[in-house]
């Protein structure tokens, strides 16, 4: 069994978090109507509406002074919610340890719509939501983390050549950000 360094998880968690809000933030120039928080009625492809959920785990694990196992270092999920009409809702979990006791979770959850390009990429514009950490954090998102349909800019989650398909026999899409990276989302 093997102990994870400080230094080694710390470099992990930093590029991991780094990684994860690199691929899921850009900002766009041309400006959506605001609808007076009515988020109104926007295009997706009718295989997009309801749950869909990604989760990434660790292969690396962290052992307490005695040895024993107590799980996995770090793990990532977001879950998305859209409706008919493009209005939904994306939840972000982050968790990373690096032994008993130094755990940091962070929940975000946002509210707004998403819209599909001829492209078939899916762009979610959060209008709202929350900060959650186990650090103590507790707050409602700032105008930067959001998007701001007045100028056009501002945060939009970005999910680049979505495909509908199944495997294992379930309901799944896929999003392809590279050749070589491919993330799946489940349907619940």
């Known amino acids: 069994m093997k102990k994870l360094t400080l230094n080694k998880l710390f470099f992990a968690i930093a590029a991991c978090l780094l990684m994860s809000f690199a691929t ?14 009515n988020y109104g009625t926007y295009y997706i492809d009718p295989q997009l509406v309801g749950e869909w959920m990604w989760t990434s785990g660790s292969d690396g694990a962290y052992y307490d002074e005695n040895g024993v196992y107590h799980g996995a270092a770090y793990g990532f999920a977001t879950k998305f919610t859209v409706d008919a009409n493009g209005n939904g809702t994306c939840f972000q979990h982050v968790y990373s340890s690096i032994g008993t006791g ?87």
Not at 27 to 35: M, Q, R
Request: glycine fraction near 12%; include cysteine; charged fraction near 20%.
């Open 24 to 37: 899921i933030s850009c900002s766009k120039e041309g400006a959506k109507p605001d609808n007076g928080g």
């Open 102 to 188: 130094t755990e940091l979770a962070v929940d975000i959850s946002y509210n707004g719509y998403y819209e599909m390009d001829d492209a078939g990429n899916l762009n979610f514009y959060p209008m709202s939501g929350t900060y959650i950490s186990t650090s103590g954090t507790n707050r409602p998102l700032h105008g930067d983390e959001l998007y701001n349909p007045s100028t056009g800019g501002g945060r939009i989650l970005t999910y680049p050549s979505v495909n509908f398909t199944t495997q294992g026999g379930r309901e799944c899409l896929t999003v392809t950000y590279s050749e070589t990276e491919t993330e799946f989302f489940y349907k619940l």
